[in-house]
């Protein structure tokens, strides 16, 4: 249906139906920004995806030879700390004097005292990690003592189990037990046992065993690094800087080493991490597990006589503390590249946005019918171009719209002059003022008079469809007395009420004043009027109501005429339109009555409408406020 | 003084010259004509016509400059002119007010006998004054 504004029409943008409709309707900055955001992302996200990968696997690669390099400088050291008692055990086990001094024990002597002073003055003091000594005969009792106590503590077979493996073994070889957590020496701590053979002098008959004790701590000091600090070496505690922390597991999966994390574990905490139970199948290996402490770590394991396991663990939050870094920078990154991004988008998009919404309302103000609108193109890059092109198809525009109006209102006032004798002329003889005439001859200037109105109207139409159409027509409202102008309207048209013999009756006496603009009333009016006597028959009623209430004032006109049918009266404004009830072969409106009266109506702003029955006839008004 | 109301026609038409003299001399009014505005000037710049009927479009002068020139002279302020034109534009219409005229016709708008109908008011007022 024909848009009958005279406002710019809206342009039907285009509904891409399809599922991507709403990324065509996107402005093109919009597009452009996300286009560059999703390339910059895209690319930092791909490159920072390949250097996470590499950078983890080389900082978890480092991390593990770290752990195991440090586990198997540790357990070198651990071991050599074994041999070095085991070395004394036998070295004390061999001596002489000892070896006298227990057997003469065994066959009834008392030599305690002497061995006693001998252990501790001679022996003990070779080496200070040395907490005691005992010597047991082949029935594991403690015949001799570096502390005489230890004689009269009552000890069972039970207590010295430990001792009972020594008693198979060859001379000069020496054993280490488990950690024992028996009171000897009133030491009150967990001991390690390091024992050897006691073997007659002269016969190597079997005596008994040698047994040296050392303190946990002892051990543990080769793993802080005491031990080290002790033999006068330097001892470089980097643990605080790596977060890293090396203990020693037994055969039952006890920690027998104290641990940062959590105090007094020793013999109570059990291990059972991977690193930790790997030595079961007896191969040194590294890992990535949370130890028993719930902390992310790296580990490295190695295994150690009596089933010992030396693990050595870096958390892993340390150790990859250079990925953490180079995901803050990446995000950073990231951030700025976005940023940036943006901001490039900005600048190349003003550039082609700029004149392409210059050339837009250039188009827009054309589409409203300003053909005087140009674009103002800068360069000569497509837009620039295409702006170019626009002004000159504008120009054309302009010069036919201008052609064409200027023909339109040359022509109808070319058409006017001979159209004004011609009426004149046939008024002065129908008026007899030339002559009286014959009641033929008034039957044909009647019919001449009438065609002369006619043709007016049709130039008159047509002048002012090109004014209307050209945006010409403006109101300037003013008091307007409604009855009076239907009075002069009618005057024009007396002729054609005599002729046709209408009924016309107006329903206002005094006078109704209306705001509007006087000559575009005078034309709706007129408008309304003329069609209701166009459109009825001979001897038909033709009623003209004004009237005032409450909401306004209401000019109607009623007629008795062909009506329209209700199949078209949604199109009866609209431009060219008549009804296909109304005779072909009459030539008195070519259809922009009409059309006409609602362009004005809507340019003065009043409401218009109709009741139409097809064969009965029609009421047209028009509503003031 | 007998002063009878004259009337002069300025229409470049020479059909609608004869058909306005003929039929205006009727009512006893003088009837004087001019083909352009050069000519009715002219004829005003010796006698100050009663009533003016004053076509738009003509030859020379054009009715607006005839206007222009006729309001500047003695006389020429008071004197009534009727407009008779075939354009119809509200912005002549306001042009033709700034110069005082009341009636603005447009030809295939009004009848012969609605013009008749006017010079012969200013007949009777003539009449009266006698």
């Not at chain 1, 004689?151 to 000069?172: A, F, P, Q, R």
């Not at chain 1, 059972?272 to 719930?294: I, L, M, Q, W």
């Not at chain 1, 050339?359 to 103000?365: E, M, P, Q, T």
Request: aromatic share 8%; net charge negative; charged share 25%.
């Amino acid at each position: 249906m024909q848009r009958l504004t005279t406002s710019t029409s809206k342009t039907k943008t285009s509904t891409s139906g399809k599922k991507f409709g709403w990324w065509r309707d996107l402005s093109i900055t919009v597009k452009l920004a996300i286009g560059f955001v999703f390339i910059s992302l895209f690319s930092v996200g791909a490159t920072a995806y390949f250097a996470f990968d590499i950078a983890q696997e080389s900082l978890t690669d480092a991390a593990s030879r770290n752990v195991m390099d440090i586990n198997s400088v540790m357990q070198g050291y651990v071991l050599e700390f074994l041999e070095s008692e085991k070395g004394r055990a036998v070295d004390f086990a061999s001596d002489g004097f000892i070896r006298d001094a227990t057997n003469q024990i065994i066959l009834g002597e008392d030599m305690s005292q002497e061995l006693q002073r001998h252990l501790v003055d001679n022996k003990m003091s070779l080496d200070r990690t040395i907490s005691g000594i005992n010597i047991f005969d082949r029935d594991i009792n403690i015949v001799a003592s570096s502390d005489l106590v230890e004689l009269t503590k009552g000890y069972d077979i039970s207590d010295h189990l430990y001792v009972l493996d020594t008693l198979n073994n060859e001379y000069g070889e020496a054993s280490v037990s488990d950690v024992i957590v028996q009171t000897h020496f009133d030491i009150g701590q967990e001991l390690i046992v390091v024992s050897a053979p006691l073997t007659h002098r002269d016969t190597g008959e079997l005596l008994g065993v040698l047994a040296l004790y050392v303190e946990l701590d002892e051990l543990n000091a080769v793993l802080n690094g005491g031990r080290q600090t002790d033999l006068g070496g330097t001892w470089d505690d980097d643990s605080s800087e790596y977060s890293s922390e090396m203990y020693l597991v037994n055969s039952e999966g006890l920690m027998i080493s104290e641990s940062r994390y959590v105090a007094q574990v020793i013999l109570s905490q059990e291990v059972d991490t991977p690193a930790a139970t790997a030595c079961d199948e007896n191969y040194s290996a590294e890992f990535r597990y949370s130890n028993v402490f719930g902390i992310p770590v790296i580990g490295a394991s190695s295994c150690l006589p009596r089933g010992w396991v030396l693990v050595v663990e870096v958390e892993e939050d340390a150790a990859l503390e250079g990925l953490a870094r180079l995901k803050r920078n990446v995000a950073i990154s990231s951030f700025v590249v976005l940023i940036i991004a943006l901001l490039l988008t900005i600048l190349p998009a003003r550039g082609i946005l700029v004149p392409l919404r210059d050339l837009s309302s250039a188009v827009k103000k054309m589409d409203g019918h300003d053909f005087t609108a140009r674009a103002h193109p800068s360069g000569s890059d497509e837009i620039g171009v295409l702006g170019g092109l626009f002004n000159n198809m504008a120009e054309r525009l302009n010069v036919i719209d201008t052609m064409k109006t200027e023909f339109i209102s040359l022509a109808s006032h070319q058409l006017r002059k001979p159209l004004a004798v011609l009426k004149w002329s046939g008024e002065l003889l129908s008026d007899e003022k030339v002559g009286k005439l014959s009641d033929e001859q008034h039957k044909y200037i009647a019919r001449m008079n009438e065609s002369t109105v006619e043709m007016v109207e049709l130039v008159d139409g047509f002048l002012n469809i090109s004014r209307i159409d050209s945006r010409l027509v403006k109101s300037n409202p003013e008091r307007v007395e409604l009855v009076t102008l239907v009075q002069k309207i009618l005057h024009k048209y007396e002729d054609v009420i005599e002729n046709k013999e209408f009924d016309v009756e107006t329903l206002r006496e005094e006078k109704i004043y209306v705001f509007a603009d006087p000559l575009l009333v005078r034309e709706l009016c007129t408008i309304l009027i003329s069609n209701a006597m166009k459109y009825t028959q001979q001897k038909g009623s033709i009623i003209i109501d004004v009237k005032s209430d409450s909401t306004g004032k209401l000019f109607s006109v009623t007629d008795t005429g062909v009506g329209i049918p209700a199949g078209e009266q949604d199109k009866i404004f609209s431009k060219f339109h008549r009804g296909s009830n109304v005779d072909r072969g009459r030539n008195d409106g070519i259809g922009l009555g009409l059309y006409a009266f609602k362009q004005l109506a809507d340019v003065m702003d009043l409401n218009v409408g109709f009741n139409s029955t097809e064969g009965e006839g029609s009421r047209f008004w028009i509503h003031f406020d | 003084m007998n002063k009878n109301c004259t009337v002069l026609i300025v229409d470049d038409d020479e059909f609608l010259r004869s058909v306005y003299t003929e039929q205006l001399s009727k009512g006893g009014v003088d009837v004087v004509s001019a083909a352009n505005g050069l000519e009715a000037m002219e004829y005003v710049e010796n006698q100050m016509p009663s009533i003016i009927l004053l076509d738009v479009m003509m030859p020379k002068m054009n009715g607006f400059e005839f206007l222009e020139k006729l309001r500047g002279i003695d006389g020429g302020k008071d004197v009534e002119v009727v407009m008779l034109t075939n354009l119809g534009q509200e912005s002549d219409k306001l042009e033709a007010g700034r110069f005082g005229v009341t009636k603005y016709l447009v030809k295939t708008e009004v009848k012969i006998q609605d013009i008749i109908d006017i010079i012969h008011v200013c007949a009777n007022e003539t009449k009266e004054n006698v």
